[in-house]
């Protein structure tokens, strides 16, 4: 049903209009900013099913470099910034190791601007 909705949907002026409508009506019906898209609405599904359908690929091939990076940590290197966990590790690297990993996704975001689907562009 979702996929038969945005296919009646799917001429760009359209669709741009309804999806901005349905995170319009969602912002208006929040009580509180924790549970926004949060409820199990249509709207909330058309968003989400139209977001997979357009930006997955987008997604996938900006995490996966992100990912392999985050995976070929140097021994002794870790994210771990909770010290009842780190044990023996050194928090102060553990956070520059964090603070270098957010750098390089922030980093793969703005690089991959040209790619960046439209509706990312325009709803996000």
Excluded: W
């Excluded at 249509?42 to 139209?50: E, H, M, P, Q, W």
């Amino acid at each position: 049903m979702i996929s038969v909705m945005l296919n009646t949907f799917d001429s760009r002026p359209l669709l741009t209009n309804f999806l901005k409508a349905l995170i319009d009506l969602e912002i208006a019906s929040v009580t509180s900013e924790v549970s926004l898209f949060r409820k199990n609405s249509v709207g909330n599904k058309l968003i989400t099913a139209f977001a997979k359908i357009h930006g997955y690929s987008y997604l996938q091939g900006l995490v996966r470099p992100l990912i392999t990076f985050m995976k070929e940590l140097p021994p002794g290197h870790s994210y771990e910034m909770d010290p009842s966990k780190a044990k023996e590790q050194d928090l102060s690297e553990n956070q520059r190791t964090v603070e270098y990993a957010a750098s390089k996704f922030l980093s793969l975001v703005t690089s991959s601007l040209p790619q960046m689907p439209l509706f990312v562009v325009l709803f996000c």
